[in-house]
T-cell receptor, first 116, second 110 residues
């Protein structure tokens, strides 16, 4: 089983709202990732968690706040977003704590976020 | 740094046509290479991978061979279907991160 699940599938929020995206994997993977994907573009890495600790933050604005409550769960808390933050947010996981050259990343179906 | 270059799309084919999507890479060392597929409105799915030179990855009728001499990992399928319409991303691992190509849109007409 190589399933990564994400909820919600779609989210519409105003610029003053606070919302959260959730991601879950039960493959025992040690690393989890958040990506942002704009239409017709490749995914852009936002955050990496390794052994439940934040290991990479790709200079993401503080209105995005990640959290890893345990080894299976990853959240992305959203606050005071801008319309340009509207995108598909993808979660991924991989076996090794840092993405080794022979490792594989598995992606979830994504959350389609619209900021009004 | 390491990078991936894919042929520009969109690629438009008729059903049962032969498909090639070109992918070349620049890398220090010999990273694993991947093809991911993204169907409309969905996330990325791993299509196939190869971990060393001359390896051939295959899945769902798609194939790609890791060619060290030409630094290429071209995706091929002998007979495409309408259901293969999607965006295809070539990728490699560099510095503990996935590096993606720009993606190639494939449209298959019936």
């Amino acid at each position: 089983d190589t399933e990564v699940t994400q909820t919600p599938k779609h989210l519409v929020m105003g610029m003053t709202n606070k919302k959260s995206l959730k991601c879950e994997q039960h493959m025992g993977h040690r690393a989890m990732y958040w990506y942002k994907q704009k239409a017709k573009k490749p995914p852009e890495l936002m955050f990496v968690y390794s052994y439940e600790k934040l290991s990479i933050n790709e200079s993401v604005p503080s209105r995005f706040s990640p959290e890893c409550p345990n080894s299976s769960l990853l959240n992305l808390h959203l606050h005071a977003l801008q319309p340009e933050d509207s995108a598909l947010y993808l979660c991924a996981s991989s076996q090794e704590p840092s993405l080794a050259s022979t490792d594989t990343q598995y992606f979830g179906p994504g959350t389609r976020l619209t900021v009004l | 740094g390491d990078s991936v270059t894919q042929m520009e799309g969109p690629v438009t084919l008729s059903e049962e046509a032969f498909l090639t999507i070109n992918c070349t890479y620049t890398a220090t060392g010999y990273p694993s290479l991947f093809w991911y597929v993204q169907y409309p409105g969905e996330g990325l799915q791993l299509l196939l991978k190869a971990t060393k030179a001359d390896d051939k990855g295959s899945n769902k009728g798609f194939e790609a061979t890791y060619r060290k001499e030409t630094t290429s990992f071209h995706l091929e399928k002998g007979s495409v279907q309408v259901s293969d319409s999607a965006v295809y991303f070539c990728a490699l691992i560099s510095g503990n991160k996935l590096v993606f190509g720009a993606g190639t849109i494939l449209r298959v007409k019936s």
